[in-house]
């Protein structure tokens, strides 16, 4: 049976209301980002030892899930898996969204957002910000290049360069974002390598969990046939992607405890260090790996289409929780300028360092979220993204039954 | 005149001529130390740095720090938003319980991460080794910070009601730290204002190319630190008794 994609219908009271309600949320997030502007960063609740606060939680996750979301379309495009071809045009459109809200909250969080232009010319070769205008431009190019060849038939005989040039693109900007963490030398949480590829595996998990995230209440809201077949390969990723998330969080804070001098640090994020030990242990291992890994698995839940759509909820708070834990529990613990001794000084030295987001992060944040979802919201009205139907039959005639 | 007044005459004589040919190299030393004319380019025939002779550094006081707040226009507050270019650290050793009391600021490093990160180049180093941010292309990311191995930058949170000073331009929502009192540098005072302050001479201003000038000289003749040697950087500011 053909694949036919169709625009939604986007007529209804439920579809209006969707996307007056993101665009209100948008509105609440750009007020948000006029106050911090006009005031400064005095009203929130980021100072000179919390630099980055709940914003750049939000922005580093919708850009490490934006080249995630592309994994579906790789897949289909890259390796060449059949099944997955009628779900990449959702996929790379996915991409491009998260990649905009997530790059909206990063701009607008600047202490100078109206300069944000200058990085376009003042290039500096060494900084890995300065190389992410380029990836960001370029993940954006080749995607919608990608998507355009996946919609128009004229454009066809691009769709292996766009494909694979998405795909390479999609690991160089993740290793770039990770980088933004590896590179920093000084601080006891960052400074390795191992962040980049840390944040790849993160970055499929985080972009398939909210592919599903998107797909089920499309369809669902759609009143568009969903066939288990599509659900189980997604649930199936997301099994292997947590596993794989999990290794990379315990082979991280495995090479850190046997390093000695990053006791103190492994002893905060994983035992004292309140807040942050919380979100690690209940946000990120609990919330985020364990209980979507046995809801996927377990006979009695794996088939469930409401335990998926609640794993892939969960993974998505999880995943927060790590960025949290990760950025911001990363510059809570103090820097070590003079091992072996206790430093005390008006400047906060040698404490553990106080960070509340205020409520002006927090619509900033969830406007960037909107920004994304807005997008796909609008998108899928306008073009032919979504099949018609994804039932069984359609999309892999000959799968298991 | 007798003999005696004779003898003394030419005995003043020699004693000033024999002055004033040990003073002409001292004068020259002092000429050659004198960095260069305001109007003369910077260049790297000087590197600009600090000494910090932790041993008379007294624990509580904070008279660098003041100077400092009052050179550059700001405010002294100590709150978690509020910028400090300098601040005095106490440290008690753990094992020890030994106490040292010293100031840190930008270290002024030769390799600063705070450069490397920056993505509009923004954050940069002057020829004499200078780290500074240019106010009018930092667009307030605050990578430097997250960068700065020494917790040296702070941005500014909130308006600055004109408080600002006219050698010292600041702004909202840009990065800053301490510049080794750049101005007072190109107008050839060649000091800063909390090496002035420091009543005990604890910190000593000079240039580290100079192998004539009191820091280079002393830095060759004691032992002394950088902060985080570890990391590599070449910092220009040093101390001694840690």
Redesign the interface.
């Given at each position: 049976m053909q694949i036919i994609n169709r625009e939604i219908e986007g007529n209804s009271a439920g579809y209006w209301a969707l996307l007056g309600g993101l665009g209100a949320l948008i509105l609440i997030g750009l007020f948000a980002a006029y106050n911090m502007e006009h005031h400064g960063h005095v009203i929130t609740g980021m100072n000179n030892q919390i630099v980055w606060g709940l914003p750049h939680v939000f922005a580093v996750f919708l850009v490490v899930a934006a080249s995630g979301a592309l994994n579906v379309a790789s897949v289909a495009g890259v390796f060449g898996k059949k099944a997955y071809k009628p779900l990449a045009p959702l996929s790379a459109l996915l991409a491009i969204a998260l990649l905009a809200g997530g790059l909206a909250v990063l701009m607008l969080d600047l202490g100078r957002a109206d300069r944000a232009i200058i990085t376009a010319w003042e290039v500096n070769p060494t900084s890995v910000f300065s190389w992410n205008v380029v990836l960001y431009s370029g993940f954006f190019g080749f995607t919608a290049a990608y998507l355009w060849t996946m919609l128009d038939k004229t454009a066809k005989p691009f769709y292996g360069f766009a494909a694979y040039g998405a795909f390479i693109w999609r690991l160089i900007l993740t290793t770039g974002t990770g980088l933004i963490f590896g590179f920093l030398v000084a601080r006891q949480a960052f400074g390795t390598a191992l962040l980049a590829p840390k944040f790849i595996v993160f970055s499929l998990l985080y972009g398939t969990a909210i592919y599903v995230l998107v797909l089920m209440p499309a369809y669902i809201w759609g009143q568009r046939a969903l066939g288990d077949e599509v659900l189980r390969r997604l649930k199936n990723m997301l099994v292997v992607f947590i596993a794989a998330s999990f290794y990379m969080t315990l082979v991280y804070h495995l090479t850190n405890v046997y390093f000695a001098k990053q006791w103190d640090f492994e002893r905060f994020i994983l035992q004292d260090g309140g807040i942050y030990t919380i979100l690690f242990w209940l946000g990120q291992v609990v919330i985020g790996y364990l209980v979507p890994f046995i809801l996927l698995v377990a006979p009695n839940t794996r088939n469930s289409r409401s335990m998926l759509m609640a794993s892939a909820v969960m993974i998505v708070l999880g995943a927060l929780a790590q960025m949290y834990v990760t950025i911001v529990g990363g510059q809570a613990f103090p820097l070590e300028m003079f091992p072996g001794f206790i430093e005390k000084s008006s400047f906060f030295d040698g404490e553990i360092h106080a960070y509340t987001p205020s409520h002006w992060e927090w619509m900033l944040g969830i406007g960037g979220t909107a920004i994304a979802l807005a997008m796909v919201v609008f998108a899928v009205k306008v073009l032919r993204i979504l099949p018609e139907s994804l039932a069984d039959d359609v999309v892999d005639p000959h799968a298991k039954k | 005149m007798n003999n005696f007044e004779q003898y003394r005459r030419r005995f003043l004589g020699g004693a000033l001529a024999t002055a004033g040919a040990a003073m002409v190299p001292g004068l020259m030393l002092v000429e050659m130390a004198h960095s260069r004319a305001p109007e003369e380019a910077v260049s790297s025939k000087n590197r600009w740095g600090l000494l910090i002779d932790t041993t008379k550094c007294a624990s509580g006081c904070t008279e660098c720090?003041t100077a400092c707040n009052t050179e550059h226009g700001l405010s002294g507050k100590?709150?978690?938003?509020?910028?400090?270019w300098i601040?005095?650290?106490?440290?008690?050793?753990?094992?020890s319980g030994a106490q040292?009391s010293l100031p840190?600021m930008c270290q002024h490093c030769e390799e600063p991460?705070c450069?490397?990160?920056?993505?509009?180049?923004?954050s940069f180093k002057r020829a004499d080794g200078i780290v500074l941010v240019d106010r009018h292309?930092?667009?307030?990311?605050?990578?430097c910070?997250?960068?700065?191995?020494?917790?040296a930058?702070?941005?500014?949170?909130?308006?600055l009601n004109d408080t600002q000073l006219a050698h010292m331009p600041r702004?909202?929502?840009?990065?800053e730290s301490c510049t080794l009192c750049v101005h007072k540098i190109d107008a050839g005072e060649n000091t800063t204002a909390c090496a002035q302050a420091c009543p005990e001479q604890a910190i000593l201003f000079g240039d580290l190319n100079d192998a004539g000038s009191e820091i280079a000289q002393r830095l060759a003749t004691y032992a002394s630190k950088e902060?985080?040697a570890d990391?590599g950087l070449n910092t220009g500011v040093r101390y001694t008794g840690?």
């Open positions: - | 720090v100590t709150g978690p938003q509020d910028a400090q601040r005095k650290v106490e440290l008690t050793h753990k094992k040292h840190v991460p450069v490397d990160v920056c993505p509009t180049g923004a292309i930092c667009i307030g990311c605050r990578y910070m997250m960068a700065c191995p020494y917790k930058r702070s941005l500014v949170h909130e308006d702004g909202k929502g840009c990065v902060i985080r990391l840690i």
